[in-house]
């Protein structure tokens, strides 16, 4: 009878590692596929901000103050559609928010001509987490700052 336990155990700890090891190959494919690495930009401060967004064809309007605003970015457990949007949208354009949920960042928010608005989130040491282009009168409609990565 002991021996039977003991046989049990090994099998079940033999099938166990292999499906981590498993598991852990099919992972770390997912994450060296150029499809899911995420895009790294630094901009740690107003000049990088202002290059990166007239780079992608956006030129904020320079009587507009920037508004800037301590965020804690929500959890991917989020339930709302528009943070469902929000995030599916920076994962489209490659960049890393779903590595960085429940952390504090800072939001930058830049007035564009004809009612646009982009919002850049940062975290504290300037790498950018995710960019989205709206009008300031339909902020729940999100685009890309980012159209191709």
Request: glycine letters at 4%; hydrophobic letters at 40%.
């Amino acid at each position: 009878m002991r021996k039977i336990q003991i046989r049990f155990l090994l099998a079940a700890v033999l099938l166990l590692g292999s499906g981590f090891l498993l598991r852990q190959c099919l992972h770390h494919s997912d994450l060296t596929s150029d499809a899911a690495l995420p895009a790294f930009y630094k901009l740690p401060d107003e000049t990088s901000r202002f290059q990166f967004l007239t780079e992608h064809n956006l030129t904020p309007e320079e009587s507009a103050p920037v508004r800037s605003c301590p965020v804690t970015i929500p959890t991917e457990e989020e339930d709302s559609s528009v943070y469902r949007m929000y995030s599916t949208l920076q994962t489209e354009q490659q960049l890393p928010l779903k590595y960085f949920c429940g952390c504090k960042g800072m939001e930058y928010t830049y007035t564009l001509p004809e009612h646009a608005c982009v919002s850049l989130l940062l975290t504290e040491d300037g790498l950018l987490l995710a960019a989205i282009r709206y009008d300031a009168a339909e902020p729940q409609t999100l685009f890309p700052v980012i159209e191709s990565v």
